[in-house]
């Protein structure tokens, strides 16, 4: 068998050593560098994206910040506008309710005396409205003018 023929060895170590020196060299003086270059650029890419976006998520932050800020301003002032209308709102009503009542009370004293007024007035001219009345009464009903001193005298009678 000729792969163990002893001969043979130190050619082979020989040219194995030569072949992959050669190719240890190629390796080590062109791809290898190559390669570092590429992992390098590829490492710069990598931490240039992640410090961007750290940056970038630093500044989100810092809007979101100010955002929600502004906004519980805004709120805020919202709030206090509101308190203010409801409490001017407040304040009107309640003059204008003071102010009705006062009117109404004002109206009821004015209804009031002048009901007195009717009724004394109706008191003392009694007679007279019940005769108009009857005279009204009379001339609904026959459709004829009533005659007012036959009522005055009948009415006298009755009482």
């Not at 009705?100 to 009717?118: G, H, T």
């Not at 009464?137 to 001193?149: G, L, N, P």
């Amino acid at each position: 068998m000729p792969q163990f023929d002893i001969s043979t060895y130190y050619s082979q170590i020989f040219w194995l050593i030569i072949v992959f020196g050669l190719l240890y060299i190629c390796i080590y003086k062109f791809v290898a560098p190559k390669t570092k270059q590429i992992l390098d650029k590829r490492q710069n890419f990598i931490s240039d994206n992640v410090s961007n976006a750290e940056e970038i998520t630093l500044t989100i932050k810092a809007l979101d910040n100010k955002y929600t800020n502004e906004l519980n301003q805004a709120y805020d002032k919202v709030k206090n506008m509101r308190n203010e209308i409801i409490a001017s709102l407040n304040s009107s009503f309640a003059i204008n309710k003071a102010t009705a009542q006062a009117e109404l009370k004002e109206q009821i004293n004015k209804n009031l005396f002048n009901l007195k007024l009717d009724t004394q007035l109706f008191h003392q001219n009694y007679t007279d409205i019940c005769l108009d009345l009857a005279d009204s009464v009379i001339k609904k009903i026959t459709r004829h003018q009533a005659d007012k001193e036959l009522l005055k005298e009948c009415y006298r009678k009755i009482t």
